[in-house]
């Protein structure tokens, strides 16, 4: 596990920009795994701000994102297919259909995520999958417990999750309660993934996922055992770091 820490967010934002980009053009049809989240957002406006410059070009890059809530349609405001479309997808020169995330709505849970996993590996695979934490350690919608050795699956949300996240809703109690996520074996199939934490809240769960444990009780630990893993922080996100 490599680990590289910037001041702040927004040194944090470029240096995982930077590394993404380098890759795009090493590797034009790159196959990216997104996050959605606060965390990656400085990361999108770099990558923006590269392809309006005319530094970069998304048009042969496929991406699969980790993560959608179940129940709720695409163009729902809360989800994270109308999130990755505002924030990163429509301005930016990506194929539409180049864009995967999974179903709010699919006709049948479990085919729909054994087919995101076909997806996947039609497309031989994840290169690099971008990666947020949760205060728990989650990764995707992979919470504390969750098996190491899961593929895409539905998982129930859990309460401080859910929490967490009804801020975005109203009323709060419109927060769904299951989401489709990537399992953390879908995470470790990744060839490269990169973790991007910033702010002092994440650093105790940053410092489990590094030094702690590797246990299922804290799921970003397992990335310990993946051969090319980096850590984007911040200084405030490292701090608990030896
Ligand atoms: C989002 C996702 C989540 C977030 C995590 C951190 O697709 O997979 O695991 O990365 O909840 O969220 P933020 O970045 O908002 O602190």
Redesign the pocket.
Known sequence: MKILIERDYDAMSKRAATLVAEQIRLQPDLVLG???????LGMYRNLIELVRRGDLSFAAVTTF???EYLGLAPDHPQS?RTFMEEKLFRHIDIIPVNTRIPQGLPDDIARHCDDYERQIAKHDGIDIQV?????NG?????EPGEEFGKLTHCVTLSDS?RQ?NARFFSPPEEVPTHAI?MGLKSIMNARRVLL????AD?SEAVRRAVCGDVTEDHPASVLQLHPNCVFVLDDAAAAKLP
Do not use: M, Q
């Not at 997104?34 to 990656?40: D, F, I, K, M």
């Not at 989650?138 to 992979?142: Q, S, Y």
């Open positions: 997104l996050a959605t989240g606060s965390t990656p994102n980790l993560d994270y990666l947020g934490i949760g205060r989650h990764i995707g919608f992979n999750t967490a996520t991007l934490a910033s702010g994440k």
